[in-house]
Protein backbone atom coordinates (compact mmCIF):
# COMPACT_ATOMS: atom_id res chain seq x y z
CA UNK A 1 0.00 0.00 0.00
CA UNK A 2 1.69 3.61 -0.86
CA UNK A 3 1.82 5.49 1.96
CA UNK A 4 0.62 8.64 2.23
CA UNK A 5 4.11 11.03 1.54
CA UNK A 6 2.62 14.69 1.32
CA UNK A 7 1.78 14.05 5.29
CA UNK A 8 2.37 15.07 7.85
CA UNK A 9 3.74 18.22 6.48
CA UNK A 10 7.24 18.74 5.89
CA UNK A 11 9.57 21.08 8.00
CA UNK A 12 12.87 22.82 7.33
CA UNK A 13 15.68 21.41 8.98
CA UNK A 14 17.90 23.33 11.27
CA UNK A 15 20.17 26.01 9.74
CA UNK A 16 24.01 25.88 9.86
CA UNK A 17 24.96 28.29 7.36
CA UNK A 18 24.35 31.25 5.38
CA UNK A 19 21.18 32.47 3.13
CA UNK A 20 20.64 30.50 -0.01
CA UNK A 21 21.32 33.99 -2.21
CA UNK A 22 23.80 34.31 -4.37
CA UNK A 23 25.67 31.92 -7.17
CA UNK A 24 29.17 32.22 -6.12
CA UNK A 25 31.44 28.87 -5.43
CA UNK A 26 30.95 27.83 -1.73
CA UNK A 27 31.47 24.62 -1.60
CA UNK A 28 35.00 23.42 -2.72
CA UNK A 29 35.49 19.22 -2.51
CA UNK A 30 38.11 18.20 -0.46
CA UNK A 31 40.85 15.76 -0.80
CA UNK A 32 38.82 11.75 -1.68
CA UNK A 33 38.63 10.46 1.79
CA UNK A 34 35.09 10.53 2.96
CA UNK A 35 33.68 7.62 5.12
CA UNK A 36 31.83 4.40 3.22
CA UNK A 37 31.99 1.60 1.26
CA UNK A 38 33.19 0.35 -2.37
CA UNK A 39 30.57 -1.80 -2.97
CA UNK A 40 28.96 -4.63 -5.65
CA UNK A 41 25.30 -5.84 -5.78
CA UNK A 42 24.10 -2.22 -6.93
CA UNK A 43 20.79 -1.69 -8.85
CA UNK A 44 19.64 0.81 -10.85
CA UNK A 45 15.92 0.49 -11.53
CA UNK A 46 13.55 1.27 -14.33
CA UNK A 47 11.93 4.59 -15.04
CA UNK A 48 8.57 3.10 -14.25
CA UNK A 49 10.25 2.25 -10.77
CA UNK A 50 8.38 4.25 -7.96
CA UNK A 51 10.37 4.61 -5.11
CA UNK A 52 7.55 6.06 -2.74
CA UNK A 53 5.94 2.73 -2.76
CA UNK A 54 8.35 1.21 -0.74
CA UNK A 55 11.99 -0.47 -0.68
CA UNK A 56 11.64 -3.87 -2.17
CA UNK A 57 10.89 -6.89 -0.14
CA UNK A 58 13.93 -9.37 0.99
CA UNK A 59 12.47 -11.70 -1.80
CA UNK A 60 13.32 -9.25 -4.49
CA UNK A 61 15.27 -10.17 -7.78
CA UNK A 62 16.66 -6.92 -9.18
CA UNK A 63 17.29 -8.38 -12.68
CA UNK A 64 13.92 -10.23 -12.65
CA UNK A 65 12.35 -6.63 -12.24
CA UNK A 66 14.24 -5.09 -14.78
CA UNK A 67 16.73 -3.25 -12.76
CA UNK A 68 20.54 -3.74 -14.16
CA UNK A 69 24.17 -2.94 -12.57
CA UNK A 70 24.41 0.75 -11.25
CA UNK A 71 27.79 1.05 -13.66
CA UNK A 72 28.05 -0.03 -16.78
CA UNK A 73 30.64 -2.49 -16.35
CA UNK A 74 29.05 -3.96 -13.33
CA UNK A 75 31.81 -2.26 -11.11
CA UNK A 76 31.94 -1.36 -7.57
CA UNK A 77 30.48 1.36 -6.42
CA UNK A 78 31.49 3.94 -3.78
CA UNK A 79 29.00 4.33 -1.24
CA UNK A 80 29.21 7.00 1.34
CA UNK A 81 30.32 10.59 1.67
CA UNK A 82 31.77 13.29 -0.11
CA UNK A 83 34.30 15.43 1.95
CA UNK A 84 34.06 19.15 0.96
CA UNK A 85 34.85 22.39 2.45
CA UNK A 86 32.55 25.46 3.08
CA UNK A 87 34.51 28.80 4.21
CA UNK A 88 37.16 25.86 4.89
CA UNK A 89 34.78 24.52 7.64
CA UNK A 90 34.97 20.55 6.75
CA UNK A 91 31.24 19.25 5.17
CA UNK A 92 29.85 16.45 4.56
CA UNK A 93 27.81 15.99 1.38
CA UNK A 94 26.37 13.09 -0.88
CA UNK A 95 25.68 12.19 -4.53
CA UNK A 96 22.58 12.82 -6.03
CA UNK A 97 23.17 11.23 -9.51
CA UNK A 98 25.05 7.83 -8.96
CA UNK A 99 26.29 7.30 -12.97
CA UNK A 100 28.24 11.15 -12.53
CA UNK A 101 31.27 11.62 -10.98
CA UNK A 102 33.33 14.55 -8.97
CA UNK A 103 36.83 15.08 -7.86
CA UNK A 104 38.93 17.07 -5.45
CA UNK A 105 39.06 21.09 -6.19
CA UNK A 106 35.78 20.97 -8.14
CA UNK A 107 33.60 24.21 -6.82
CA UNK A 108 30.20 23.87 -6.17
CA UNK A 109 27.14 26.38 -5.52
CA UNK A 110 23.64 26.47 -3.96
CA UNK A 111 20.69 25.90 -6.27
CA UNK A 112 17.00 25.98 -5.64
CA UNK A 113 15.46 22.38 -5.57
CA UNK A 114 13.22 23.19 -8.53
CA UNK A 115 16.29 23.95 -11.12
CA UNK A 116 18.18 20.34 -10.23
CA UNK A 117 15.94 18.39 -12.27
CA UNK A 118 16.66 15.13 -9.40
CA UNK A 119 13.58 13.54 -8.41
CA UNK A 120 12.41 13.46 -4.50
CA UNK A 121 14.67 15.86 -3.27
CA UNK A 122 12.13 16.04 0.16
CA UNK A 123 12.93 12.40 0.63
CA UNK A 124 16.76 12.92 -0.10
CA UNK A 125 16.57 15.63 2.39
CA UNK A 126 15.17 13.55 4.95
CA UNK A 127 17.38 10.95 4.93
CA UNK A 128 20.92 13.61 5.54
CA UNK A 129 18.59 15.23 7.85
CA UNK A 130 18.00 12.59 9.74
CA UNK A 131 20.99 9.39 9.35
CA UNK A 132 23.69 11.87 11.29
CA UNK A 133 23.93 9.19 14.49
CA UNK A 134 24.90 6.74 11.84
CA UNK A 135 27.31 7.97 9.34
CA UNK A 136 30.17 7.92 11.45
CA UNK A 137 30.85 4.35 9.89
CA UNK A 138 31.46 3.36 6.64
CA UNK A 139 28.32 0.87 6.95
CA UNK A 140 26.03 3.66 7.95
CA UNK A 141 27.34 6.36 5.52
CA UNK A 142 27.44 3.75 2.85
CA UNK A 143 23.71 2.77 3.87
CA UNK A 144 22.87 6.59 3.66
CA UNK A 145 23.83 7.05 0.53
CA UNK A 146 21.98 4.22 -0.95
CA UNK A 147 19.38 5.38 1.07
CA UNK A 148 19.70 8.51 -1.16
CA UNK A 149 19.95 7.42 -4.34
CA UNK A 150 16.96 4.99 -3.90
CA UNK A 151 15.00 8.14 -4.18
CA UNK A 152 16.73 10.33 -6.72
CA UNK A 153 17.92 7.53 -8.61
CA UNK A 154 15.68 4.41 -8.29
CA UNK A 155 18.99 2.44 -6.75
CA UNK A 156 18.69 -0.60 -4.93
CA UNK A 157 20.79 -2.85 -3.23
CA UNK A 158 20.61 -6.95 -3.42
CA UNK A 159 18.95 -8.61 -0.59
CA UNK A 160 21.68 -10.53 -0.09
CA UNK A 161 23.83 -7.78 1.09
CA UNK A 162 24.17 -7.19 4.65
CA UNK A 163 23.26 -2.84 4.14
CA UNK A 164 19.81 -4.32 2.87
CA UNK A 165 18.09 -3.94 6.42
CA UNK A 166 20.15 -0.77 7.11
CA UNK A 167 19.54 0.68 3.68
CA UNK A 168 15.35 -0.56 4.30
CA UNK A 169 14.84 0.39 7.72
CA UNK A 170 16.11 3.95 6.67
CA UNK A 171 13.90 4.40 3.83
CA UNK A 172 10.94 3.06 5.58
CA UNK A 173 11.62 5.43 8.42
CA UNK A 174 11.67 8.40 5.40
CA UNK A 175 8.46 7.15 4.17
CA UNK A 176 6.57 7.21 7.76
CA UNK A 177 7.73 11.02 8.75
CA UNK A 178 7.53 12.67 4.93
CA UNK A 179 9.66 14.53 3.27
CA UNK A 180 11.87 17.64 4.31
CA UNK A 181 11.17 21.27 2.98
CA UNK A 182 13.35 22.83 1.03
CA UNK A 183 16.03 24.76 3.32
CA UNK A 184 15.49 28.31 3.73
CA UNK A 185 19.13 28.87 5.02
CA UNK A 186 22.00 26.71 4.08
CA UNK A 187 22.26 23.33 5.88
CA UNK A 188 20.82 19.68 5.69
CA UNK A 189 19.01 19.02 2.36
CA UNK A 190 20.84 21.76 0.61
CA UNK A 191 21.53 21.17 -2.79
CA UNK A 192 24.90 21.83 -4.50
CA UNK A 193 25.55 21.91 -8.39
CA UNK A 194 29.11 21.68 -9.87
CA UNK A 195 30.01 25.64 -10.94
CA UNK A 196 33.30 25.34 -13.07
CA UNK A 197 36.26 27.70 -12.79
CA UNK A 198 35.37 28.97 -16.43
CA UNK A 199 32.11 28.39 -17.09
CA UNK A 200 33.09 29.25 -21.34
CA UNK A 201 35.56 25.59 -21.02
CA UNK A 202 34.31 23.75 -18.35
CA UNK A 203 36.76 20.97 -17.03
CA UNK A 204 35.24 18.38 -16.53
CA UNK A 205 32.11 19.14 -18.80
CA UNK A 206 29.84 18.00 -16.07
CA UNK A 207 30.09 16.68 -12.26
CA UNK A 208 27.84 14.81 -10.10
CA UNK A 209 24.66 16.95 -7.98
CA UNK A 210 25.43 16.64 -4.53
CA UNK A 211 23.79 17.16 -1.29
CA UNK A 212 24.48 19.17 2.09
CA UNK A 213 24.33 16.61 5.21
Request: aromatic share 8%.
Amino acid sequence: MRLPFTRPACRAPPSRVASVAGMSTEVVIAPIGGVGQMLGGIFLGPAAFDPLAGYPPAAFDPPAFGFDPALDDDAPVYAGTVPGALSGTPVELFCLDIRTATAEGLGYAARRWRSTGVAHLGAAGRVVASTGQHRDTPQGAAATQLAVWFFTDNVVVAPTSPLYPLVEDIVSAVLAKGPLCEPRRRGAGTVLHYRPTDPWHPVPARAQTLMLA
